[in-house]
């Protein structure tokens, strides 16, 4: 998912050899420890960073309507506190022996917040929505494996052909044409969530509208006004809702990171979406164990421009610039929240897969400076004869600061004059996704925990390969992985692919994101485990024992 501002339950994924497989567990959501006194009013305030887009699960493409989705809608699986696949709208789910087949059973007490029973006939419409030329939705090639579902998204074939069927009205069978062992994932994701088929048909566009919207999951929408907040009130009919104890959630959409400090100070807000960056070591202080602050699964990146000078069949100028940033100087001195310097492109912390290393971390930073040095000059520059380059960003207060550090280091190393571009994010977005740029920043969250989520951006054909890569190799191994079945060997085609982009220097990676929260003492349930940062508020839950000025 890009990036506006992912411990893996291995019983779920299961290689075409084993058995049919089937799974039932218990219910899950706020875990409330015993003798906890509960507060009366369970009232959750919480900053989401920006205005929501969209609270049409099949449209959304960023971390805000996801947050908001997650409470609104659920789909057929979902996830746990930490993250792991869970079953959600479907109590258990059999997996054929070749892992082409899913075959869903929806619980008996599903229902929507109507009231009304979700059906077989509601996931089928709900999937069907989301690869249908008709909606555009920017996530269709996300369920790309199901069968016919790219012939759909291209217009070729009709939405109705897609390999997902209702066998009765409580069983979804999805076929694949390929087996894919993060599927599940997927079907927990926000975009493959549950949509009332005769809602959506009643209201069309307008059925995401307070008094329309018919949800599917722990909360029903009450209030949406653009400029205010969206609150939503608990689902009585939710199939769990027995422990879901948050009763109201207000979402605001903060874009100020001091404003969101001041309200969270003032007991405004419970939860915050981020901090200000340069403010991280005072409120590590001062805040103690209220400011959370952890690894997940994104990655902070450079886009060289593969396909125009001066990096087009240039891989040794490319492999100088790696080297002459220094990624621990970055990560502790100017971003300075924890990040984790990275070289691969697959972000530290994701599931059956090992970060790839080059053999030159291990030199002394004044070994590994001569050695960019030597191949700046291999590549045809030098100090008196420097590259000149300009760096893209989109306008932050942290990528100005990382911007400024790389094109200082960049200078001070091996002499480059980089000329630093700061842009508005839409048009930040369109310039580098067709390709009007030299080098850019770039940021990846994952969309499931999967090393597939980040290297699949780098095949030659993928609508967001910004940096324009092309390696009929590292696509040859792409594909080798999609297809192989079994899991341990499949980690090992994926490392392989991306030790042959990062000796092609494609992109610098620089780091792995953390997420920054400011969560206050009485909300209990949190734990900041979730690898993706997907926050479920059935999870939570406000206790009183802490006094009212903390609240």
Known sequence: ??????????????????????????????????????AKKQIFNVGIGAEAPTLDPQKGQDNVSARIGYDLYEG??????????????????????????????????????????????DAVFSYRRLVDPKLASPYAELISMVKNAGSI????????ELGVKA??????????????????????????????KANVEKFGEQFTQPG???????????????????????????????????????????????????????????????????????LKKSLGKQLFAKPYLSMYFIDFNNSIAPFKNNPKLRQALSMAIDRKVLAEKVTGRGEIPSYDIVPFGTSSYKQQNYSWEKLTPEQRIAEAQKLYKEAGYSKEKPLTISYSYNTNALHKKVAIALSSMWEQNLGVK????????????????????????????????????????????????????KNPKYDELILKASLEQNLEKRSKILEQASLVMMNDYAAIPLYTYVTTHLVKSHLGGHSGNNPLDHQYTRNFYIIDNLTSASR
């Open 418 to 469: 980089v000329s630093l571009t700061n842009q508005e994010w839409k048009v930040f977005l369109t310039e580098r996704m067709e390709g009007r740029y030299v080098t850019a920043r770039d940021g990846w969250i994952a969309d499931y925990n999967d090393p597939s989520s980040f290297l699949d951006l780098f095949q030659s054909k993928y609508p967001q390969n910004n940096s324009k890569y």
């Open 212 to 282: 329309n919207l018919v949800s599917s999951g722990p909360y029903k929408l009450k209030y949406w006004k653009i400029g205010d907040k969206v609150t939503t009130e608990r689902n009585t009919n939710y199939w769990n809702n027995s422990k879901t104890v948050i009763d109201t959630v207000n979402y605001f959409p903060i874009s100020d990171v001091n404003t969101e400090l001041q309200m969270f100070q003032t007991g405004q807000l419970d939860f915050t979406y981020d901090i200000p960056s340069d403010k991280f070591q005072d």
């Open 153 to 160: 998204a291209a217009g070729i074939t009709k939405p109705e």
């Open 1 to 38: 998912m890009t990036l506006i501002k992912t411990s893996v339950c291995t019983c779920f994924f299961v290689p075409a050899f084993l058995s049919l497989f089937s799974l039932a567990i218990n219910a899950y959501a706020a875990d409330v420890p015993a003798g906890t006194k509960l």
């Open 167 to 196: 066998i009765d009205p409580n069983t979804v069978q999805i076929t694949l044409t390929k087996s894919t062992p993060y599927f599940l994932k997927l079907v927990a994701f926000a975009n493959l969530a549950i949509v009332k």
């Open 76 to 121: 057929l699986a979902t996830e746990n506190e930490k993250g792991d696949i869970v079953p959600g709208i479907a109590s258990k789910w059999d997996i054929s022996k070749d892992g082409l087949t899913y075959t869903f059973n929806i619980r008996p007490n599903a229902k929507f917040s109507d009231g009304s029973p979700i059906t077989a006939e």
